[in-house]
C-alpha cells in the first residue's frame, strides 16, 4: 500500500525552464512534508518542507505547494540548472506518540539538459 | 556534507552472517533513523532512536536489531543474512523526535553473495 506516490518516474527539463514534480498521499494523517534530492552515490539531501498549517513555502529556485484537499504537493524549481539533475523524493510524516517516520514516494529523475 | 557519517561505506558478505552498519549523526542532533532502499522497495523507514531509546518501528525483520548508544551513535545488526537484504541502508539524524528534517548519511551498501 503506496501512501505517497510520485506519478512520473522521470522529467526533462530545458535550462532555465521551470521543473514541477508532482507527488500525491493518501493518509490523511500526514502533517509535515519534505522534498528531498539524491544523486548517484550519495544520500538524500534534505531540500525543502512544508507544514500542513501552510499552503506554501518557499527558499530560493524552490517552491512547495500543498493542497490538502486534493492530498497532493508539488516542487517547484525556477530556473532549472544542469546541477538540479537527481533523482527527488518526496516524503510525509504523521506526528505521533511514536516518533518521526518517513514515508517516501518511489522518486521522479529530473535530468534538466543544457 | 549532511555531518551524518556512516561506516563501512560498501560490505560484501554470505548469506547467513552477520554484519554491523555504524552510524554517527550530526552534532547536537538526538534521533537516529536507519532506512533501507531497495530497488523494488524503494526508501523505507526501519527504526528510530532518540537519545538511547527507542522510538518509532517500521517494517524491520526481527532478524534485524538496533541500539543507540550513550555518545548517540548508533549500529544497525543484521543477521541470518539472506539474498534478499542486499540493499542500501541509510542512517539519518534530526534535532528531535517529532516532525522536521532529517539528515542522510551517505550510506551503506550490502551486497549478500
Known amino acids: 500500500d503506496q501512501q505517497v506516490k510520485q506519478n512520473s518516474p522521470s522529467l526533462s527539463v530545458q535550462e532555465g525552464r521551470i521543473s514541477i514534480l508532482n507527488c500525491d498521499y493518501t493518509?490523511?494523517?500526514?502533517?509535515?512534508f519534505l522534498w528531498y534530492k539524491k544523486y548517484p552515490a550519495e544520500g538524500p539531501t534534505f531540500l525543502i518542507s512544508?507544514?500542513?498549517?501552510?499552503d506554501k513555502n518557499e527558499d530560493g529556485r524552490f517552491t512547495v505547494f500543498l493542497n490538502k484537499s486534493a492530498k497532493h504537493l508539488s516542487l517547484h524549481i525556477v530556473p532549472s540548472q544542469p546541477g538540479d539533475s537527481a533523482v527527488y523524493f518526496c516524503a510525509a510524516s504523521a506526528w505521533e506518540a511514536a516518533g518521526n517516520k518517513l514515508t517516501f514516494g518511489g522518486g521522479t529523475r529530473v535530468l534538466v539538459k543544457p | 556534507d549532511s555531518g551524518v557519517t556512516q561506516t563501512p561505506k560498501h560490505l560484501i558478505t554470505a548469506t547467513g552472517q552477520r554484519v554491523t552498519l555504524r552510524c554517527s549523526p550530526r552534532?547536537?542532533?538526538?534521533?537516529v533513523y536507519w532506512y533501507q532502499q531497495s530497488l523494488d522497495q524503494g526508501l523505507q523507514f526501519l527504526i528510530q532512536y532518540y537519545n538511547g531509546e527507542e522510538r518509532a518501528k517500521g517494517n524491520i525483520l526481527e532478524r534485524f536489531s538496533a541500539q543507540q548508544f550513550p555518545d548517540l551513535h548508533s549500529e544497525l545488526n543484521l543477521s541470518s543474512l539472506e539474498l534478499g537484504d542486499s540493499a542500501l541502508y541509510f542512517c539519518a539524524s534530526s534535532a528531535g523526535q517529532g516532525p522536521g528534517e532529517q539528515y542522510f548519511g551517505p550510506g551503506t551498501r550490502l551486497t549478500v553473495t
Open positions: 493518509n490523511s494523517m500526514f502533517d509535515y
Open positions: 512544508i507544514s500542513s498549517i501552510k
Open positions: 552534532s547536537g542532533d538526538l534521533s
